[in-house]
């Protein structure tokens, strides 16, 4: 499906979910994730992943909901419970299907999107082990210095902050170099369109959520 | 004062400090589901959420500090947001959203001063409107309206007192080191 | 298509004035060599051309700058992972010919031209950052040329690029100069290799550009700098602190460095030398446990992966190549004030710490905002407050960057006062060897994936 059509969808549904508390329809969007999931050739260690992530949250809401709460309802724990799998099966199919480029030149092209916030990001997303290697080393200078820095330690986010000064900086000098201009119309390599397809997914899925949201409980 | 819109640097900068924070944040992970587990024996599980939820908002008056501009806080707090998700957090899709919430909460704090005032007034303010934004949210997405009252009070105070030390105080203190260190624009 | 002219410049960064008063011509056309120790402005005279300065940062005093109208700038950077957007080399040419608005039927052809140009076509889909810097390097040229430029700038392209690589790409420049009549400029601190190019070679010192006289420049660059070394061989009697037990590193796919048994001695100074981008930052990184290898290291007999970070680093020290890396706080007095605070070495005290400030030239400056140093000040400081920890092991990878030689003097006396409180083992990765003899007791040298301890009194 066309990536920005998949993100509003995800995005839709996310929202519609946190204000109705019907259980049914977590449920059914739970196992149809899962089986987008294993369509994709998920490995059983991300779905163990997927299983734990959300499970301290969930279970404290569950608890507290179905033992402390003045209702103590059995169904609203539940349905609470399922959302959090909601929200995370949603954000795992969205980020496990979707390519971070295809992403960018889709809300550049379908959306209008300036290109200088889908190439920015992208751009930074490149760095990330880059940036998980420079904290390391910041946490390793503090130590080499008799400095113990912790994850509250202020230096540890201003010299973080340096390295991401410094490197937004030399990116941007980069892309430019490369030829960006910021506002400065660009072709394309590769068109993202909207198929038919596309909308006629797009609309089934929304319809048939809402059909069930309606009918079941 | 700069009234201008963000560039390019600008926007790699926001999304290497979303970087940031969603490489110390998963590391520290362990603090959010440490005090569940001892918070949900006594009935405040949902509470771990309130008290480290200033963690997860110190991106955006952070980012707004260092940017002064319009929209920069907004968009510290959603980027950070939006790359836990690609980096997996338990959170999910909802990210996106609680990003956008928490980005509302962050910059208001800088509209209510209108973009000209950066001090501790423009912190506590920025921490009091994400607090109130971000508890309107969890009424919704985390079934606060179950709770009684009196837990939610207490659960509200928490959350003010956790945002306060975080993105108000804590940030306060790496905008102090970034403003002596002249990379702050005056 | 006229010269690029620099008219009276001056050029300033914060309040320091780095480029003085310059009156130039580059000829177009031609190939110019910028020397001079880095820190000299080399850089920002490339920056300045390619129209990226003053707009990110610095501020031009007096004078112009001038570049033929309508002429495409194409420049190459130092840090090659740093100057690309997107993840493969691909993904990247498509990026920047949409930029340059080349229609989307003609991009194609245009991504396999550059490709075939570069000699990338087999990494063309690959992770960018898992190349090497060599290839890295080749593709940040394919990209650039893929804008058919007409002025062509290079920053100390070679920093992290092993022979085999920067032989390939010294030869595509002097083809794209001769096919395309492209102007070139570039900086280098090491000029082998350059001869074939007859570039105009220009000085750069205190901020004043010179050109080199025919004669000078072929003597500079026929010479490649040997100096003299006087090493020995460690002996199996002596004791060892560090140990390699079967050890060896991979970067992505390639190996850096074949299983090997070495044993670094106690007390004693060794240099590591070898080509640009062998690895040997890479073995600093993996004595200093900032990345995964195979086999053992031990400290004094210990696996340093069973020691705590804390205990480990108490031990032993990184002098990072980077000098931003080492830094803490926010002004000299404060890093200074900490270094006192945490030092292991007796030797400093308040007064010693007084005169090696003046020593270093750096009297005077605890107000000062580290970062906003020079780039020699910085190494300066950050050597003293390294020597003040004073670890049983100090590893410093190219120390002596940006230092003239009068610098490395005091900053090699300083390092021997520094020891006559406290011994210690020092590992020093340096490209220049100006003023090491004497100072080293061994020397190591990296290669194809080797390291191997040379002897004797030779030329290196």
């Known amino acids: 499906m066309n990536p920005s059509l998949k993100l509003f969808l995800v995005i839709f549904l996310s929202l519609e979910l946190t204000f109705i508390t019907k259980l049914w329809v977590n449920l059914i969007v739970i196992i149809i994730c899962l089986i987008i999931l294993m ?10 992943w997927l299983v734990f992530v959300p499970l301290f949250p969930a279970l404290a809401i569950f608890i507290t909901i179905v033992l402390f709460s003045p209702g103590h309802s059995l169904f609203d724990g539940t349905v609470l419970f399922s959302r959090l799998y909601v929200y995370v099966c949603l954000g795992t199919v969205f980020t496990f299907t979707t390519n971070t480029l295809t992403l960018a030149r889709s809300l550049e092209q379908n959306c209008h999107l300036p290109s200088k916030y889908a190439y920015g990001v992208l751009a930074a997303l490149n760095l990330i082990p880059k940036m998980k290697q420079a904290v390391t080393t910041i946490y390793t200078a503090g130590h080499m210095r008799g400095v113990n820095l912790h994850w509250w330690s202020p230096t540890l986010y201003f010299k973080a902050i340096l390295v991401a000064i410094q490197w937004s900086d030399q990116l941007a000098q980069a892309m430019e170099s490369h030829g960006f201009v910021e506002g400065q119309a660009r072709t394309i390599t590769v068109k993202i369109p909207i198929t038919t397809r596309d909308w006629v997914y797009f609309s089934s899925i929304l319809i048939l959520i809402q059909i069930i949201v309606i009918a079941l409980p | 004062m700069t009234k201008r819109s963000l560039h390019l640097r600008d926007i790699i900068l926001l999304a290497l400090i979303g970087i940031i924070f969603g490489v110390i944040y998963f590391a520290a992970g362990f603090v959010y589901n440490g005090l569940t587990i001892l918070l949900t024996p006594i009935g405040y599980g949902p509470m771990a959420n309130d008290l480290t939820m200033g963690i997860w908002c110190m991106a955006g008056p952070l980012a707004g500090f260092l940017l002064k501009t319009p929209g920069a806080a907004f968009l510290g707090e959603f980027l950070g947001a939006a790359i836990e998700m690609f980096l997996g957090d338990q959170w999910g899709a909802a990210n996106l959203i609680s990003g956008a919430v928490q980005g509302i909460g962050a910059e208001l704090g800088f509209t209510f001063t209108l973009y000209r005032m950066y001090n501790w007034l423009t912190l506590l303010i920025s921490s009091l409107t994400l607090t109130f934004i971000t508890f309107g949210w969890d009424w919704f997405r985390n079934g606060y309206n179950h709770f009684s009252g009196q837990m939610l009070t207490i659960m509200l105070i928490a959350r003010f007192v956790s945002m306060f030390v975080f993105s108000g105080i804590l940030v306060k203190l790496i905008a102090n080191l970034l403003q002596r260190a002249h990379l702050i624009k005056q | 298509m006229t010269n690029i002219n620099f008219k009276n410049l001056s050029f300033n960064f914060d309040d320091q004035s780095i480029l003085k008063n310059i009156n130039t011509e580059f000829k177009e056309g031609k190939i110019h060599l910028l020397t001079g120790i880095s820190g000299s402005g080399k850089s920002t005279i490339l920056k300045l051309i390619a129209g990226l300065l003053p ?78 810097g060599g290839q890295q390097q080749r593709v940040a040229l394919a990209v650039t040329m893929a804008m058919q430029p007409d002025i062509l700038l290079l920053d100390e392209p070679f920093a992290n690029v092993d022979e085999e690589n920067r032989q390939f790409i010294l030869k595509q420049l002097r083809q794209i100069n001769n096919d395309y009549h492209t102007t070139i400029i570039m900086t280098d601190h090491d000029l082998h290799g350059y001869q074939q190019l007859q570039p105009l070679v220009w000085h750069l010192t205190n901020g004043c550009l010179s050109q080199l006289s025919v004669k000078d420049s072929a003597h500079l660059l026929q010479k490649g700098i040997n100096q003299k070394l006087t090493t020995s061989l460690p002996t199996s009697d002596l004791p060892a602190i560090i140990n390699f037990d079967h050890l060896s590193i991979k970067r992505g796919n390639q190996n850096l460095l074949l299983p090997t048994d070495l044993a670094f001695i106690k007390n004693k100074t060794t240099l590591v030398t070898g080509p640009n981008g062998i690895g040997k930052s890479t073995l ?47 002004t000299v007095g404060e890093e200074l004030a900490l270094a006192l605070k945490t030092s292991q070495n007796p030797y400093f005290n308040h007064q010693q710490v007084q005169s090696a400030l003046k020593l270093l030239g750096l009297t005077g400056r605890e107000e000062q905002i580290v970062y906003s140093l020079s780039g020699g000040q910085k190494k300066k400081l950050q050597i003293l407050l390294m020597l003040m920890r004073g670890q049983d092991i100090l590893l410093l990878d190219e120390p002596f960057t940006g230092l003239d030689p009068g610098s490395l003097k005091n900053v090699l006396q300083l390092i021997k006062d520094a020891q006559t409180k406290k011994p210690q083992t020092l590992l020093i990765i340096s490209h220049q060897l100006n003023g090491l003899d004497g100072f080293i007791d061994f020397h190591l040298k990296m290669n194809q994936q080797h390291l191997k301890y040379v002897g004797g009194s030779y030329e290196s």
């Open chain 1, 39 to 48: 369509h994709y050739r998920f490995h059983w260690r991300q779905f163990c």
């Open chain 3, 55 to 132: 707009k990110y940062g610095g501020k031009i005093v007096t004078g112009t700058v001038d570049i033929p109208t309508g002429a495409q700038v194409g420049i190459v950077f130092q840090d090659p992972l740093m100057q690309f957007a997107l993840d493969t080399p691909r993904h990247e040419l498509e990026f920047t010919l949409e930029n340059c608005q080349v229609p989307t039927q003609q991009i194609p052809a245009r991504i396999n031209r550059a490709l075939n140009f570069g000699n990338v076509q087999p990494l063309a889909n690959r992770l960018i950052s898992t190349l090497s």
């Open chain 3, 284 to 330: 600093f990184k993996a004595i200093a446990r900032l990345l995964k290898y195979k086999g053992t290291i031990t400290y004094e007999r210990a696996n340093i992966q069973k020691l705590s970070p804390g205990k480990y680093y108490r031990h032993l020290g990184l002098v990072f190549q980077h000098a931003n890396d080492q830094f803490l706080n926010v």
